[in-house]
Every structure is written in structure tokens, then in C-alpha cells.
């Protein structure tokens, strides 16, 4: 399954739980604030993503939405 997240970067409030989170590794944070004065996370490697939604879950701000991509082989 792969995996696609889209990250409200405005929302964000730099706690970095989903980065500390993301079994892929994917997720960093911006080294510049948003508009509220915090790092927000950024998808470093969005091509990565598995769509597991670990890191949404882990989010305190909803600010990360995850879509998943279910290509199966069918015959």
C-alpha cells in the first residue's frame, strides 16, 4: 500500500510527535516558522510513505491528513 500526507502547515505547532513517529522516516521539520511562530513539519520524503496515518494519529493539532492508495492486482 502506498501512501500520500498532506500536512496543514499553518496548523502545525512544531511538536514533532509525528516525526518521532513515522516508521518511514518521512517527516522533518521546516527550519523556518509558519505564520503562528512555530517549525512546522514538512514531508521530507513524501515517496516513502506507506500510508500507515501513524503520524496523523499522533497528531494534537489534526493538522495531517493521510490518504492511502490500495492498488491490488486484480484478474
Known amino acids: ?3 500520500r500526507i498532506k500536512i496543514d502547515t ?3 505547532k512544531g511538536c514533532a510527535y509525528c516525526a518521532e513517529a513515522c516508521p ?3 517527516i522533518t521539520m ?3 516558522f509558519n505564520k503562528s511562530g512555530f517549525f512546522p513539519a514538512v514531508a521530507e520524503h513524501p515517496e516513502k510513505c506507506t ?3 501513524i503520524c496523523a494519529n499522533m497528531c494534537p493539532e489534526v493538522a495531517i491528513v ?3 492508495n490500495n492498488h491490488k492486482n486484480e484478474k
Open 51 to 53: 500510508g500507515c496515518a
Open 1 to 3: 500500500m502506498k501512501g
Open 24 to 26: 518511514a522516516g518521512i
Open 66 to 68: 493521510v490518504y492511502r
Open 30 to 32: 521546516r527550519n523556518h
Open 10 to 12: 499553518e496548523r502545525c
